[in-house]
Every structure is written in structure tokens, then in C-alpha cells.
């Protein structure tokens, strides 16, 4: 067991996190990786177990209970706060309000993560507020991909930050900073905040090295997606254990900057990055 302040924070054997990957649906993932001692995460998805739920706020309801039903260890969930995503503030406001009416899930859902958007939108809603307030553990983490966003998360009350670098899969910034200085930067400027290391992880080298450069954790997408235990297609999943590093580009998505896979869908659908540089 590696003891750090995520660990103790959320109550975990080892300071891994399942990062969110919606609009994909992650709860069989979040569950497993809860249930042997990571922090598993639910994605913020139309998805739910055995179909679609159009309505997002219903469909993040039925996954969380899906969680309570299959494990009794900690957990989380994501919101995507971008400008363009209209359920982030239903969301945002009803969400909190359903975890404080359950017991077991107050109990267990201890990870709010929001991401692509404003750092504010959750931490400064009154219903989480009031959530926090009745005695929930629960804590927000906000994905800061540059420097300057971590000033604002700071300003907005977060908990703590999600530092992800130009290797991350999703949300990055412009700047094209990796993770290995931006990690360092924000560790120089906030060394008293929890933060979780994002983007390039996969490995126990990995964690060591976060951990090394003041990261409490690392969260791991595209290694959890090819695991048994990951809803994604079998196609999906066989991807990314034979491939090479270089087998990847960055694109603008309509959230921001995404890595995407090399193929032809990444090269004709998506932007070139640096068309809007």
C-alpha cells in the first residue's frame, strides 16, 4: 500500500484513478477499479447499463446506483462544465442533491471531477455546498491542462486539481505543455494542493515519477480502456496495447484539443491543431 494524501483523502489501497471517458460509459470500470483498491470513476454518458437514458442527469442516477449496488468502496463521477454542454448545469445542481438523499452513496461517492469547462460551476453551486456542508467527504478536483487554470481553480474553491499534459487523451490546453513540466509548475506554485498527475500514464515508472514530482496519484484512461473490465469495444480495447507512441495526433475536438488515434477518421474529420495557432 503506497499512503499518500489521496489515498487517505479518499480511503484507497493505491493512488490509481480511473479517468472519466465520456461520452463513453465507464461504470463496470469504475467499479472494478474501486473494488480492488483505485478510485473508479463514472463518466458523464447517456449510457446505462443495458441501453441509452437520453436525459443525463437520469442516466448519471442510474449508474451511480448501479455502483452502490456492486461495490461498497469509494468512488466518483465526472461533468463535463464546457460552454457547449447544456447538462452541465442540470447536472451540477440536481446531482449533489441526489447523493445527499442517499445514505450509502453519500457515503461512497467522494469524487466530484469536472472537466473541459469552468472550475466554478460545481464547487460554486449552492446544492453542493449544501452537500459538503451536511457532512458529505466529498471533494471536487477540477482537470487543469495549463498553469494559469490552476489560478482560477484556487479562486473558485476547488479541492484539488487534475494536472493533465499535452499526452493526455482529452481537454489539454494550446499551449502544448507536457505533463512532466506542467506537473513540476504547479507543484512550485501550489505545493500544499492534492493533485493527480494526467496524461502519459500507464506503468508503475509512471506513478513513481508523478509521485516524485509532488502528484499524489496518477489516473489512467487509455490503459484502463484495455482492460477486461472496460465497457469499450473488443476493437477499441485491442488499439492501444500493440501500438507505439507515435501512433497518435492531436486535434481540435468540440471541447478543445484531443489526442486521437491515428487513422483515417482522425485525419479527415478532425482540425489540424495547429490551424487555430
Not at 27 to 43: F, H, N, Q, R, W
Not at 138 to 158: E, M, Q, S, Y
Amino acid at each position: 500500500m503506497i499512503k499518500t494524501n489521496i489515498t487517505e483523502m479518499f480511503g484507497l489501497k493505491y493512488p490509481i484513478v480511473s479517468a472519466a471517458m465520456g461520452p463513453f460509459r465507464t461504470t463496470d470500470l469504475c467499479i472494478a477499479v474501486s473494488e480492488v483498491g483505485g478510485l473508479g470513476v463514472l463518466s458523464h454518458t447517456s449510457y446505462i447499463p443495458g441501453g441509452v437514458e437520453p436525459n443525463t442527469v437520469k442516466a448519471m442516477k442510474i449508474n451511480m446506483e448501479h455502483a452502490i449496488e456492486h461495490t461498497d468502496k469509494p468512488f466518483g463521477f465526472n461533468i463535463r462544465t464546457a460552454r457547449l454542454q447544456i447538462d452541465a448545469r442540470p447536472l451540477c445542481d440536481e446531482i449533489p442533491k441526489f447523493i445527499q438523499e442517499n445514505t450509502k452513496l453519500k457515503e461512497q461517492c467522494l469524487y466530484a471531477l469536472t472537466s473541459a469547462g469552468s472550475a466554478k460551476m460545481l464547487a460554486q453551486t449552492q446544492s453542493f455546498k449544501d452537500l459538503k456542508d451536511s457532512g458529505s467527504k466529498i471533494k471536487n478536483f477540477h482537470v487543469a491542462p495549463a498553469l494559469w487554470l490552476t489560478d482560477k481553480c484556487v479562486r473558485d474553491g476547488v479541492d484539488g486539481f487534475v494536472v493533465t499534459g499535452t499526452e493526455g487523451g482529452g481537454h489539454q490546453s494550446y499551449e502544448k505543455v507536457t505533463t512532466l513540466v506542467l506537473l513540476q509548475q504547479v507543484q512550485q506554485k501550489y505545493p500544499d494542493i492534492p493533485k493527480i498527475a494526467c496524461g502519459g500514464y500507464a506503468t508503475g515508472m509512471g506513478l513513481a515519477g508523478a509521485l516524485s514530482l509532488g502528484a499524489s496519484g496518477i489516473a489512467m484512461g487509455s490503459r484502463f480502456i484495455a482492460s477486461k473490465d472496460s465497457e469499450f469495444h473488443e476493437n477499441y480495447k485491442n488499439i492501444a496495447p500493440p501500438s507505439k507512441a507515435s501512433d497518435t495526433i492531436i486535434r481540435t475536438g468540440g471541447l478543445g484539443t484531443i489526442r486521437l488515434w491515428k487513422n483515417k477518421y482522425s485525419h479527415i474529420e478532425f482540425l489540424e491543431l495547429d490551424s487555430f495557432i
